[in-house]
């Protein structure tokens, strides 16, 4: 079993950074892909960023391109998210999440961890 930890949430102010983690323990990293989804309170999951764990290809929310960078060390089994530019809309709950295949349905993950709090000030 995978585990997941996220870390990096806190409270900033709109136009304000933050940089999350996640680290992966318990079995080797080999997922198909990592990605950042994230949830806000009353509304449903959502599809953040996402980074092949094999090369780098990533992908992106449209809501957050150009503000929000996924990246990953694959030496210490963990993946980034750079996010800059930080809008009120942005609060959520934030999870990291493993892939060990494809799926159509960009918010299906295999494995997630247990969350980490966003919340951006006005």
């Known amino acids: 079993q995978v585990q997941l930890v996220e870390s990096g949430g806190g409270l900033v102010q709109a136009g304000g950074s933050l940089r999350l983690s996640c680290t992966a323990s318990?079995?080797?990293?080999?997922?198909?892909?990592v990605g950042w989804l994230r949830q806000a309170p009353g509304k449903e999951r959502e599809f953040v960023a996402s980074?092949?764990?094999?090369?780098?290809?990533?992908y992106y929310a449209d809501s957050v391109k150009g503000r929000f960078t996924i990246s990953k060390d694959n030496a210490k089994n963990t993946v980034y998210l750079q996010m800059n530019g930080l809008k009120p809309e942005d609060t959520a709950v934030y999870y990291c999440?493993?892939?060990?295949?494809?799926?159509?349905?960009?918010?299906?993950?295999?494995?997630w961890g247990q969350g980490t709090q966003v919340t951006v000030s006005s």
């Open positions: 318990g079995r080797t990293f080999s997922s198909y892909s």
């Open positions: 980074i092949r764990w094999t090369g780098s290809s990533t």
């Open positions: 999440a493993g892939r060990l295949r494809y799926y159509t349905e960009e918010k299906t993950y295999d494995y």
